[in-house]
T-cell receptor, first 113, second 112 residues
Framework: EAEVAQSPRYKITEKSQAVAFWCDPISGHATLYWYRQILGQGPELLVQFQDESVVDDSQLPKDRFSAERLKGVDSTLKIQPAELGDSAMYLC???????????FGQGTRLTVV | GNSVTQMEGPVTLSEEAFLTINCTYTATGYPSLFWYVQYPGEGLQLLLKATKADDKGSNKGFEATYRKETTSFHLEKGSVQVSDSAVYFCALSEAGGFKTIFGAGTRLFVKA
């Protein structure tokens, strides 16, 4: 069964360092999402791609976060510099189109120390 | 703006008990509604969905009905199992599919 792949599963980084997460969506899925899930809360959308274009990044802290999906396939989310408050689970999801079911990866748990 | 409110947890039940997790929403237009489940250490999985008023989504013994008049999408299961222990998220997808908004989640513990 096709899955959304994310790496790494866990990441510990020091404050002010740079960190990057990678996501490979299900083949053929045009829409890709990055969510942040703080412990005890629901996921919050950071950025949504349609193919290689960003269609919503209204909640992305653009002073430190960046995301790209250069060829409209896999995607990278970067944080530079990391802050203590960035500790969370970062979830990637993909869907065939933006109107269809989103499938989630297992997430990357980031701890900033 | 659009939002989802679900009952706070944790909810603790004995095996074979009846489960209800309340969810209400605020949205313009006609959103699609979802329940996702997150088992320990895993990502979110879609449990069920409903795309229009009065639709009933169902899966694995869980069901929820899209009630536009009460803006609700309560999750129910007649007889829970220990394996149902997880965090359940209610969510809505804005009309046109521009964004999915999640509730805060409700943790369910089922005791044997």
């Amino acid at each position: 069964e096709a899955e959304v792949a994310q790496s790494p599963r866990y990441k510990i980084t020091e404050k002010s360092q740079a960190v990057a997460f990678w996501c490979d969506p299900i083949s053929g899925h045009a829409t890709l999402y990055w969510y942040r899930q703080i412990l005890g809360q629901g996921p919050e959308l950071l950025v949504q791609f349609q193919d290689e274009s960003v269609v919503d990044d209204s909640q992305l802290p653009k002073d430190r976060f960046s995301a790209e999906r250069l060829k409209g396939v896999d995607s990278t989310l970067k944080i530079q510099p990391a802050e203590l408050g960035d500790s969370a689970m970062y979830l990637c999801a993909s869907s065939l189109t933006r109107n269809t079911e989103a499938f989630f990866g297992q997430g990357t748990r980031l701890t900033v120390v | 703006g659009n939002s989802v409110t679900q009952m706070e947890g944790p909810v603790t039940l004995s095996e074979e008990a009846f489960l209800t997790i309340n969810c209400t929403y605020t949205a313009t237009g006609y959103p699609s509604l979802f329940w996702y489940v997150q088992y320990p250490g895993e990502g979110l999985q879609l449990l069920l969905k409903a795309t229009k008023a009065d639709d009933k989504g169902s899966n694995k013994g869980f069901e929820a009905t899209y009630r536009k008049e009460t803006t609700s999408f309560h999750l129910e299961k007649g007889s829970v199992q220990v394996s149902d222990s997880a965090v359940y998220f209610c969510a809505l997808s804005e009309a046109g599919g521009f964004k999915t908004i999640f509730g805060a989640g409700t943790r369910l513990f089922v005791k044997a």
